[in-house]
């Protein structure tokens, strides 16, 4: 009997289940503290996962009955890729399901940030008002940096073209004429530093990309500039924003993803007025993950019976 395990991150879990086999014994759970993940995969065909399930060398390989990975998003740092396909284990993931869902929150992050939207609401939670409140700054018209030009960056350019910003890009891997069509210029991340009110990370997780932004890089950056981060926390090193958010070095930072997942209440990034913390949320709306995981199941399934998948849903190791 085919033995499949479910990430309770993957919500509505019922459009999954309902899109599988009866005959499959389907595991809903999987508690990522070893060893109990070890535990919890080692039986297991097909394992339905999200990035919060660290999918090590040593936990694939202890899983000889492993046939397929079926990861809900883009990224694929949490799994390790070259095992999976040493131990024979193929990974699917969802690429571009839920980048509008990603760009979206992006956007609102740096509404919410440039707003400074967390102390006006300290201001109500200690009986203040408005007058104590420090100005803003609007998102018309400035300039907006963005690294990493792929899925989500396209469309972060998209839906910022209503607020007549003008648009900067880097991404080595991304050709001008298509930075153009969404009215973006490519830049060095030097000069995209240097000269944004807004820089934007929305790259993916790889060797060359963490901890990309550290001090020298925080350091080129505007005073009155502000760093949003939807892409990967490891992409920024942690101690280097927390110092420029200290000494005043940029003017704030909205937040979706950290170097250490998940944070808890005493996390210093909780002190500051001019960040804006959400819990990783940016990929889930209802209407990204209603695809996500209808495409997740239908590949799952194909690969099962030995049918082919669209290439951009199998990962495969650089």
Not at 41 to 46: G, K, L, P, R
Not at 54 to 70: G, Y
Not at 214 to 219: C, F, S, Y
Request: proline share 4%.
């Amino acid at each position: 009997m085919t033995r499949a395990i479910i990430d309770q991150d993957i919500t509505p879990t019922s459009r999954l289940t309902e899109q599988l086999p009866d005959a499959w014994n389907v595991i809903e759970g999987i508690d990522i503290e070893q060893p109990a993940l070890g535990a919890t995969i080692e039986t297991a065909d097909i394992a339905f996962v999200t990035s919060r399930v660290p999918l090590s060398r040593k936990v694939i390989q202890s899983a000889p009955e492993l046939d397929v990975i079926a990861k809900l998003g883009t990224g694929i740092d949490s799994i390790d890729i070259e095992a999976a396909a040493e131990c024979g284990v193929t990974v699917t993931h969802t690429p571009g399901h839920n980048a509008l869902s990603v760009a979206e929150h992006t956007v609102g992050l740096t509404l919410a940030t440039l707003r400074r939207l967390t102390e006006a609401r300290r201001l109500i939670e200690c009986d203040a008002w408005r007058d104590e409140y420090s100005l803003g700054s609007r998102l018309f018209g400035s300039t907006i940096g963005i690294v990493g030009f792929g899925n989500v960056g396209k469309r972060v350019g998209t839906l910022l073209s209503g607020f007549d910003v003008d648009l900067l890009a880097h991404d080595p891997y991304v050709h001008d004429i298509d930075s153009e069509l969404v009215g973006a210029s490519m830049v060095s991340l030097e000069d995209l530093l240097e000269q944004s009110d807004v820089v934007m990370l929305t790259t993916e997780l790889t060797d060359e990309t963490c901890g990309m932004i550290g001090k020298r890089e925080l350091d080129c950056m505007k005073p009155s500039a502000v760093l949003i981060n939807t892409a990967r926390g490891p992409v920024v090193r942690n101690g280097a924003l927390v110092d420029a958010l200290r000494s005043g070095s940029i003017a704030g930072a909205g937040l979706d993803v950290f170097a250490e997942e998940p944070v808890d209440s005493t996390a210093e990034w909780l002190e500051f007025d001019n960040v804006v913390a959400t819990p990783h949320i940016s990929a889930m709306t209802l209407e990204s993950r209603r695809e996500g995981i209808d495409r997740l199941a239908t590949n799952t399934k194909r690969l099962l019976a030995g049918r082919p998948v669209n290439e951009r849903y199998v990962a495969t190791s650089p």
